[in-house]
């Protein structure tokens, strides 16, 4: 039986490999801006530069929101709205271990650098949300 030997390489520009980068950020419901009626809305503060690939987004949720529990999350880039995930996951659960976000159902390339937006929408009023707190991180290369 032979053997090889496997020579991981740090990614660098040189190698054509390109290391796995992330953006993360704690949003309290005080962050989400009310856009009237169902929906609030935050425009996290990080971007996603020009020629990134993206790969997965993250959700967890320490506290789990309150009020409308018919709300659900989507991540968009402020044009496209759910950019970044298929799922349409709920925050009214504490999810420490995160919820699913499912794949990414826009554009993956990024022909320019994005600041990415969470939406929230209830069946309601985005005033019936009274508070909570969730982790996203969004993974590209």
Known sequence: ????????????????????????????????????????????????????????????????????????????????TDRYNTGTPSVFAAAANGVAMGLPSGAKVHTAAVTPTLTVTTAADWGDVTGGQLVITLFYY
Do not use: C
């Open 1 to 80: 039986m032979s053997r090889k030997n496997v020579h991981l390489r740090k990614p660098s520009a040189a190698s054509g490999i390109r290391p796995i980068k992330f953006v993360t950020e704690v949003v309290n419901l005080a962050d989400f801006t009310d856009g009237g009626a169902a929906v609030g809305t935050k425009v996290l503060s990080a971007t996603i530069p020009k020629d990134a690939v993206f790969l997965e987004a993250q959700v967890k949720v320490p506290a789990a929101f309150a009020g409308d529990t018919s709300a659900v999350l989507i991540i968009g880039d402020g044009s496209d």
